[in-house]
């Protein structure tokens, strides 16, 4: 497939794919029956430019074998095949997560929900302690087996009180046992004192390097608030309090969960674990689940078989990542100019801070692009973009050009336009994070980067005035992996409030199906497989129940997932 007609249409409305290919990187899939299936009844969507709409599709041994009116699949069926009845329903190729972390994703789906609304309750400091003990007494035995009691997705900018709970407010549900939440950007946490105590944080304990201890008022008594690497380095102390079997139900639990909202390849972008190896080998997936371990971890990985462009088992290692800064709505993002409204205890100067050292990051890109392995750079601040675009341009002049690399950058939510220019000069894919219009787009309007900035967060319409491939993703655990909701905020950027931030970055429907599919699919390589509805890729589906092409665009986050189909097999269904 050439670049050049997997952009054809970034700029314009239409709707645009590749050209169908007979090499593929995908391997080992799982075992099909010889029989012919004919998928029917229903819009057919194909993000092909070639033929963007079919009437029916043939799918023989896990693949597309013809797409096309009914008459041209009948004349190629082989005997008696099986006929899938869409009644109606609109079939896409499957969604392909360009960026999350499906072991959170599965800690997540054991933990204590503390989400605000719409996806929790987690509404004031209040609900989120009734909320943990209800949930600690439906959990009895799994919180008296592991001594730790678990929350997910509180955010501060949506509570009532406008700040993170304390320790003192999660002593107030257990001093027995360590609490530990995870802010809903899962960059931030809270605890209680137990788990304090349990992971020996004390006044005399030094912020780390790229994280902080936030500490009582005239006091250098920890508060319970961590951030970034203090924030990891205590969750990972109270994990490794889970067991073998925990841990293998948090990987499995996570690509699943990922399969609920029609995600047919799923991404593990931070953490490597042998364990992932294990699920896998025991052919307990039933997505494909790519991975990009952290570079420091991954260094000691690459000699692995799984580092690879073939799935063995639905599983693969694809690259490396790195983290250069933090999470806007957190306020730990680094920025080139100060927040609109500093954070607690810091002055109107504030502009965030690096997860690593400069000269760390340089040098990682340096032999990541040295030995080829490519690379996904977590960078929401503008001045974390600007170190990693300045390593890709030093590494590009040490090595030799980098086009054919797809390194990424991952989210963007202050890129200016002068480095997105720079990052088409070297290459570089933006895979952005439009669902921060929905979720947070009062808080950077109101609070965080104040009305001007806010208005060209995740900028999407900047990409396609320069016919850009761009990515968008849910960054689960996050956000829930909804991929209606990602498309919905792609397309209309409407805030919780109802403002809409930043019109001009608005995307056609048809370009954002694009970004949740074929481009994805181009940003780890396998475009000769997946993201698009054409003869010879993976018969990977998801079925909705209406056409996103002619729904209202302000109802697009309605739309309901109906089936996920992998390689032919149906691996969610819709009770």
Known sequence: MSRRTLLKGAGAAALSAGVASSDFFCSEARAQGTGDKIFTGGPIITVDDALPSAEAVLVRDGRILAVGTRDEIESKKQGAAELIDLDGRTMLPGFFDPHSHVMLVGLQANSANLLPPPDGDGTDIAALQRILRDWWARNKQTVDRYQLIMGFGYDDSQ????????????????????????????????????????????????DPIGGVFRRRPGSNEPNGVLEESAHVAVLLKL??????????????????????????????????????????????????????????????????????????????????KLVADGSPQGKTAWLSRPYFVPPQGKGPDYVGYPAMPNEALMDAVDTAVANGWQVLCHCNGDAAADVYIAALRE?????????????????????????????????????????????????????????????????????MQRDMIFTTHHDAPVANPDAMRVLSATVTRRTRSGDILGSHHCVPVPIALKAMTLWPAYQHFEEDTKGSIEVGKLADF????DNPLTADRDKLAEITLEETIKEGETVYRRN
């Open 159 to 206: 509570l009532t009180e406008q700040r993170h709970p304390t320790r003192d407010d999660l002593d107030a549900v257990s001093t027995e046992l360590p609490i530990y939440l995870i802010h809903q950007s899962s960059h931030l946490g809270c605890c209680n004192s137990k788990a304090l105590e349990f992971a020996g944080i004390t006044a005399d304990t030094a």
């Open 395 to 463: 590494a590009a002049r040490k090595h030799g050009a980098l086009n054919g690399r797809r390194n990424v950058l991952i989210h963007g939510q202050t890129l200016r336009t002068d480095q997105l220019d720079a990052m088409k000069a070297l290459g570089i894919i933006p895979a952005l994070f439009p669902m921060h219009t929905f979720y947070w787009g009062d808080w950077h309007r109101d609070s965080v980067l104040g009305p001007e900035r806010a208005e060209n967060i995740s900028p999407t319409g900047w990409c």
């Open 239 to 320: 994990l490794a309090k889970l067991d073998r079997d925990a841990v293998m139900t948090m990987i499995k639990d996570g690509a699943a969960f990922e399969a609920r909202f029609g995600y047919t390849t799923a991404q593990e972008a931070a953490v490597f674990s042998p364990l992932l190896l294990e699920v896998a080998e025991q052919g307990g997936f039933a997505i494909d689940v790519l991975n990009y371990p952290e570079f420091f971890q991954f260094k000691d990985v690459i000699q692995s078989p799984w580092l690879s462009r073939d799935y063995r088992n639905h599983y693969r290692m694809g690259g490396t």
């Open 542 to 545: 998801v079925l909705l129940d």
